[in-house]
């Protein structure tokens, strides 16, 4: 099929209906807009057409991943049937119009990057699909972090109620401590606790959410399982450290406040601050192994070293030395240690002596003056 055979409404080589045109230049390319991408109609002649291909070829996986961010949004659905009309006419355009027309957008840029590109600015055609790709994946890693706060929030809040409930069942002294494992000392200060750490923790997320990495929306099932784990982390953490408050395990005191004292608001300040902080109760865990699980260091006793003698005061005879070799444990001294090692006072005899003769020409000094002469 040429170029000039392309129209609107009609397949084209491939069998795909051909909805939009971008560019046509009969007979080089055609840049034009099927159901499934943006697709490119190369010229009528094979070896331009080969050319044109090899020279695409580098911009294929950029192309394709943009393909791939964008997948979805082009055939959105508006499900009606999920509101009533009166609901639609408030909202104002529904979310999948909002997302084909968002594809639209973005598929004419990639039209005009393969324009550039055809014309024979490969590398202004790769700069503005890089550029498209950036902003595609910006909006992606944007909705997933709203994804990610709204899964983090209805956690946190669901698990509040929950344990609103169990505390005032059990004020309300309807849970019997003999059979049920969930009522014992000081329940209700622990349920808060965690109360208070899944609010900690939320606040946490929203704080550090734009440096806090999250895949895009593809990938929602991983952001919501990251999200319920860092809630759950909150909530454990909470609890764990009202529990070690009132053990008496650690005392947290700020201001004038008393850790003896544990009302309602130290506990659930204490739950705030460790599930607030991902790493407050497991590095206090940590210390507390290290500290049971630590061995005594066995050192050897040093032995006792006499006075040090004052300034300028030197040690006489051999009384002085052989302190001082007691004092650093050096061996007792021997009968010949006072004994000069030199060799300077031993007679040597005359067949032990090397003759000038044998001796190396000396260099440098100053010559001796011959006899007899004036200079």
Not at 93 to 101: F, I, K, M, Q, V
Not at 156 to 169: E, H, P, R, V
Not at 332 to 355: M, N, Q, R
């Amino acid at each position: 099929m040429n170029i000039a055979d392309l129209a609107l409404k009609e397949r084209d080589s491939a069998g795909v209906e051909v909805l939009q045109f971008y560019a046509r230049k009969p007979p080089e390319y055609a840049v034009y807009q099927t159901s499934e991408r943006v697709t490119i109609q190369f010229a009528d002649a094979p070896d331009k057409a080969d050319e044109q291909r090899k020279a695409l070829a580098q911009l294929a996986p950029m192309r394709g991943e943009l393909n791939g961010l964008i997948d979805g949004w082009r055939d959105a659905p508006n499900r009606v049937l999920d509101r009533p009309a009166w609901l639609w006419r408030l909202a104002g355009e529904s979310r999948g119009a909002r997302l084909r027309r968002r594809a639209a957008r973005y598929d004419r840029r990639v039209a005009d990057g393969l324009v550039v590109a055809l014309e024979g600015d490969l590398t202004g055609g790769g700069a503005v699909l890089e550029n498209v790709k950036s902003e595609v994946l910006a909006e992606r890693v944007g909705w997933a972090r709203f994804q990610y706060l709204i899964a983090a929030v209805l956690l946190a809040l669901g698990f509040m109620l929950f344990a609103s409930l169990i505390a005032a069942w059990q004020q309300a002294a309807l849970c019997p401590p003999a059979r049920d494992p969930r009522c014992f000392d000081h329940a209700t200060d622990l349920w808060r606790g965690g109360m208070a750490g899944a609010l900690g923790s939320f606040f946490s997320i929203a704080l550090a959410i734009r440096e806090r990495t999250v895949l895009p929306d593809l990938n929602r099932q991983a952001n919501m399982m990251d999200a319920a784990l860092r809630v759950a982390i909150g909530i454990i953490a909470g609890v764990v450290f009202v529990a070690l408050v009132l053990s008496g395990f650690v005392n947290l005191a700020i201001g004038r406040s008393d850790p003896a004292v544990a009302g309602t608001l130290y506990i659930g300040l204490c739950g705030f601050l460790a599930g607030f902080s991902e790493r407050m109760v497991p590095d206090l865990l940590a210390k507390a192994e290290a500290r049971t699980g630590e061995r005594p260091v066995l050192r050897k006793p040093e032995p006792e070293l006499e006075a040090k003698p004052e300034p300028g005061a030197a040690p006489t005879g051999r009384t002085g030395g052989a302190a001082a070799s007691a004092a650093f444990g050096s061996e007792p001294e021997v009968a010949e240690a006072h004994v000069d090692g030199c060799v300077a006072d031993v007679p040597i005899a005359e067949a032990e002596l090397t003759p000038d003769a044998m001796l190396p020409v000396a260099s440098g000094g100053v010559a001796m003056k011959p006899e007899g002469s004036s200079r």
